[in-house]
């Protein structure tokens, strides 16, 4: 069974809170849904540095942060196995399944999230995560002092699991639903909650909209077990968050002609210096 990061498996209706195969099945001891309005800050200076210097142009001095909040949702099911021994555990899956995005259809597919013990062990189930955007940001420095970046398309995530093999299955996942006229905001957003939460960034969840999930687990004979309770949260807002460059923070939220035109939103403010526009970008035109 691959063990996706955003997604598992497909399913249309409901199961029984029991299906017995072979042996005893799972016993979910509890089930819950934590919901938080949460942020991230992460400093793209160099990233930055690289990619205006392209262009004769330089950030601002001091670091250039750049993140936003976004809508925590974190899945957690405490879960057993009778026919579990020291070393071999029978269970094979837990999950939380719900209706993520919106559908018209009359029979919406659930999209399901695995929830996993492994102590938040990435390199053991190997999530990635490919930067969003136009700028790239998986930069290095040399020994020389030389930064170079390229685009990370390996931005490694992990399941939120704070303690591994103690019985509880756990998975952090983030709803993002914030849209700037400049693509490039909303894709630093994402970019760092995958950097720093390592959470899948969801696109999309209309902010004050109810999810709905159900819990279910299976063993390796192919015993399912549904806990009888499904756990819902509220999806919240989300903003952005610049510091560093001002010019350059109104510019990642807005089109280029609120950056040059006369009574662009973006006119006035420092920063984008560079040779041919010495008071910065946004007083040049």
Do not use: W
């Amino acid at each position: 069974m691959a063990l996706l990061p955003a997604v598992g498996c497909s399913k249309t209706q409901d199961t029984a809170p029991q299906t017995k195969i072979f042996g005893q099945p799972p016993v979910i001891k509890s089930a819950t849904l934590n919901v938080t309005q949460n942020t991230v800050l992460c400093d793209f200076t160099a990233a930055m540095d690289v990619a205006l210097a392209q262009e004769g142009m330089q950030v601002a001095p001091g670091p250039f942060v750049v993140g936003g909040t976004y809508t925590q949702f974190l899945f957690q099911a405490q879960v057993t196995d009778p026919n579990s021994t020291p070393g071999n555990n029978d269970i094979i899956l837990v999950s939380a399944s719900g209706v993520i995005g919106a559908s018209g259809s009359t029979t919406p597919n659930e999209t399901t999230l695995v929830l996993l013990d492994d102590g938040s062990t990435s390199a053991v189930n190997n999530f990635t995560y490919s930067q969003q955007g136009d700028f790239v940001i998986g930069c290095t420095t040399d020994s020389a002092g030389q930064t170079t970046c390229q685009k990370d398309e390996n931005i490694p995530l992990t399941s939120n699991d704070p303690v591994a093999n103690d019985g509880t299955y756990t998975r952090g996942f983030a709803f993002v639903n914030l849209n700037t006229s400049n693509n490039n905001g909303s894709a630093f957003l994402h970019n760092c909650i995958a950097k720093q939460a390592h959470q899948f960034p969801q696109p999309g969840g209309v902010p004050n909209t109810q999810l709905t999930f159900r819990f279910d687990a299976v063993d390796k004979e192919g015993n399912l077990t549904t806990f009888p309770t499904r756990k819902s949260g509220v999806v919240g807002t989300s903003t952005f968050l610049c510091s560093g460059d001002a010019c350059l923070c109104c510019y990642l939220q807005n089109v280029i002609g609120d950056v040059i035109n006369p009574g662009g939103k973006c006119r006035g403010l420092p920063g984008m210096i560079g040779p041919s526009n010495p008071t910065g970008l946004c007083n040049s035109f």
